[in-house]
């Protein structure tokens, strides 16, 4: 696993995908450090890392990325057990909120370089 708080390229993610699912990069979003976990096997494990590294359990998101269709509305997969937060009025393993969605897509874009 690791912590990308600058840049990760892309190339990088497409061979994470590559040595463990095949077409896809599980991550951690912090909406709030603007930082993200990867390449964990799942969610829970990059969940702890990052909470272990102080971030609130409010501001962390699980998504999916797919390398392969950088540029695309399809990158991003807002899909992850982390994200069930009956609390925050989040019911579903996706991302509820539109303005929720749009930052982690901002983060990725900002921490992802082709």
Partial sequence: MLVVDN????EKLKQMAKDRFGNLV???VDTAKEIMAVDGELHADQERLLLDR???QQ??????LYPEKYG???FVEFDSMINLKPGQN???RGVDDKKIRARIVKI?????EK
Wanted: glycine share 8%.
């Fill in 54 to 56: 102080g971030s609130k």
């Fill in 72 to 74: 695309d509305d399809d």
């Fill in 7 to 10: 840049k990760i390229s892309l």
């Fill in 108 to 112: 990725v874009n900002r921490l992802v």
């Fill in 90 to 92: 989040n019911l579903s």
């Fill in 26 to 28: 599980k991550a951690v």
């Fill in 59 to 64: 501001d962390l998101w699980g998504i999916n």
